[in-house]
């Protein structure tokens, strides 16, 4: 079974729509990230976690919000999703190694279309 | 101006070449230098980091970090279509937050 899952795996919607993504791990990790990947713009950090009780906006959180019900899930909503959010997303976790660095792993991605 | 550039190319490349791939950043505060894999409908996953500068060697990848110039590479050798993915580079201060580059395609071709 994969460490990170992530549902749906796609998505398609209306403009106005609220729209939940969520994220999975059995890593056991404490820190997970939203990001999202678009042609030319690459990835780019939505909101981070580093715990339960820590939330923390990433380059471009406006226009989404963030719920880490448990240290195994994190949950990408957009309230009020619009055509330009139309974009791949992906859900990482990671935790520091003996050498202090933080490598993240990410899930398979979830493909959403905003009409 | 980004804080991480890369060519999207694409790359396409012979069975067992030598291909090279960049990029180039801004902030000279970047400690951790990473390189991704991403395979088509796949998240990326980690190929190599380097943290400061310097050379590292993992079989046949090498990942090189020149702050002078904020310049970093990654050369694979004797490249197979196994190899054929897309390559992000990325970045970081403190290794907490990461900054990628956009991408570069890699075809290998047998």
């Known amino acids: 079974d994969a460490d990170v899952t992530q549902t749906p795996r796609n998505r398609i919607t209306k403009t106005g729509k609220r729209i939940m993504l969520e994220c999975s791990q059995t890593?056991?990790?404490?820190?997970m990230y939203w990001y999202r990947q678009d042609p030319g713009l690459g990835l780019r950090l939505i909101y981070y976690s580093f715990d339960v009780k820590d939330i923390n906006k990433g380059e471009i959180s406006d226009g989404y919000s963030v719920s880490r019900q448990a240290q195994a899930k994190f949950s990408l909503s957009l309230e009020s999703a619009i055509p330009n959010q139309t974009a791949l997303y992906f859900c990482a976790t990671s935790d520091l190694d003996r050498s202090n660095y933080n490598e993240q792993f990410f899930g398979p991605g979830t493909r959403l279309t905003v009409l | 101006q980004k804080e991480v550039e890369q060519d999207p190319g694409p790359l396409s490349v012979p069975e067992g070449a030598i291909v090279s791939l960049n990029c180039t950043y801004s902030?000279?505060?970047?400690?951790?230098f990473m390189w991704y894999r991403q395979y088509s409908r796949k998240g990326p996953e980690l190929l190599m980091y380097?943290?400061?500068?310097g050379n590292k060697e993992d079989g046949r990848f090498t990942a090189q970090v020149d702050k002078s110039s904020k310049y970093i590479s990654l050369f694979i050798r004797d490249s197979q279509p196994s190899d054929s993915a897309t390559y992000l580079c990325?970045?970081?201060?403190?290794?907490?937050?990461?900054?990628f580059g956009t991408g570069t395609s890699l075809t290998v071709i047998p």
């Open positions: 380097t943290y400061s500068s």
């Open positions: 902030n000279s505060a970047f400690q951790y």
């Open positions: 990325a970045m970081s201060f403190t290794g907490n937050q990461f900054y």
């Open positions: 890593k056991g990790h404490d820190r």
